[in-house]
C-alpha cells in the first residue's frame, strides 16, 4: 500500500515538472542522456526532499517551496495523528 502511494505521488511530482516545462535538468547533454539523467535526478531529489526534509531543494527548479512547505505541513499532521492515537493493550 504505501508503495503505491509513493510511487503515485512521485508520478504526479514528475508529471507536474512536465507540465510546467521544468522536467530537463541544466545539462547540457545529448537527448537521451539528458531525459535519463534528468530522471535520476528529480527522483532522488524528491526522495531527499520527502524524508529528509533538505531546505536547499525549496528552488524553484529543484522541488520548490510550495511543494517543501505543504509536505512538511502534511508530515507535521501525521505526527500529531500518531501522538494522539490510542494505544493498544498488549
Not at 503505491?4 to 530537463?24: G, H, T
Not at 537527448?31 to 531527499?48: A, E, N
Not at 510550495?66 to 494505544?87: G, I, K
Request: proline share 3%; net charge positive.
Amino acid at each position: 500500500m504505501a508503495l503505491i502511494v509513493l510511487s503515485c505521488e512521485m508520478a504526479i511530482y514528475l508529471l507536474y515538472k512536465v507540465i510546467r516545462r521544468d522536467f530537463r535538468y541544466w545539462m547540457a547533454l545529448p537527448q537521451g542522456t539528458s531525459l535519463f539523467i534528468s530522471l535520476m535526478f528529480r527522483i532522488s531529489y524528491k526522495i531527499l526532499a520527502d524524508f529528509t526534509g533538505m531546505l536547499h531543494l525549496r528552488h524553484p527548479y529543484e522541488v520548490g517551496r510550495a511543494y517543501v512547505a505543504s509536505h512538511e505541513n502534511e508530515n507535521e499532521e501525521r505526527s500529531d495523528d500518531l501522538l494522539h492515537a490510542p494505544r493498544s493493550s498488549r
